[in-house]
């Protein structure tokens, strides 16, 4: 059974770094083909694609949002962080981590975490 | 980047009755080499996280109720719960994954008339 869970800080003051936590079970990250993918939020407003990192390390990110974001692994964990700079209330957000498959083409997300609430607030 | 775009923001059908929700890509997501859309629709009920209904555009994911279709191809799709339940008043999200970014559509809240 897949699960991922997502960790962090609930409170982040504007201009702070946000670092989340996506720990996840039932995949290994080393395994070829499998990916995970942050998306955000915000309340009342639509879904948006923040990053993805695959098993053999390549990153993606939203275009908009490249520069503030890094997303990264820890296999031996079955960890992916994801830090997002200079925080500012508008990044108030619902973050969730999410799995994806990716043979030779990609594919749908496939498991969801609950979600890790941020507010950004001084 | 692919932007989605969904009708309508919302709607409001009697229970029983059917609802209809288009989604629309900017440009195809249709790969000709295996004539499958990347195309994934999910449902979200308030407080939970998205809930994959329908992948590869037709495709309806283990354990959903077969009143949840979906159609179409390239840059047209179209979700539809042919006979709406209580337990269907959700927001309807549309995705495509042809390639990062990934993007999803704004949504469609579907209530009981």
């Known amino acids: 059974q897949v699960t991922l869970r997502e960790s962090g800080p609930a409170l982040v003051k504007p201009t702070q770094t946000l670092t989340l936590t996506c720990t996840f079970s039932?995949?290994?990250?080393?395994?070829?083909?499998?990916?995970v993918s942050w998306i955000r939020q915000p309340p009342g407003k639509a879904l948006e694609w923040l990053a993805l990192?695959?098993?053999?390390?390549?990153?993606y990110y939203n275009t908009s949002l490249r520069t503030r974001l890094t997303i990264s692994k820890d296999t031996s964990k079955n960890q992916v962080v994801l830090t997002m700079t200079n925080m500012d209330p508008v990044d108030t957000a619902t973050y969730y981590c999410?799995?994806?498959?990716?043979?030779?083409?990609?594919?749908?997300?496939?498991?969801w975490g609950q979600g890790s609430l941020v507010t950004v607030s001084s | 980047d692919i932007v989605m775009t969904q009708s309508p923001d919302s709607l409001a059908v009697s229970l029983g009755e059917r609802a209809t929700i288009n989604c629309k890509s900017s440009?195809?997501?249709?790969?000709?080499?295996?004539?499958?859309?990347?195309l994934a629709w999910y449902q979200q009920k308030p407080g939970q996280p998205p809930k994959l209904l329908i992948y590869?555009?037709?495709t309806r994911e283990f354990g959903v109720p077969d009143r949840f279709s979906g159609s179409g191809s390239g840059t047209d799709f179209t979700l539809t719960i042919s006979s709406l339940q209580a337990e269907d008043v959700a927001v309807y999200y549309c995705?495509?994954?042809?390639?990062?970014?990934?993007?999803f559509g704004p949504g469609t809240k579907v209530d009981i008339k």
């Open positions: 999410a799995r994806i498959l990716r043979g030779y083409h990609w594919n749908h997300f496939d498991s």
């Open positions: 590869w555009a037709s």
């Open positions: 995705q495509q994954y042809y390639s990062p970014p990934f993007t």
């Open positions: 039932g995949f290994s990250l080393s395994t070829r083909g499998m990916c």
């Open positions: 990192i695959d098993w053999d390390d390549d990153k």
């Open positions: 440009q195809s997501v249709l790969y000709t080499s295996n004539s499958k859309s990347y």
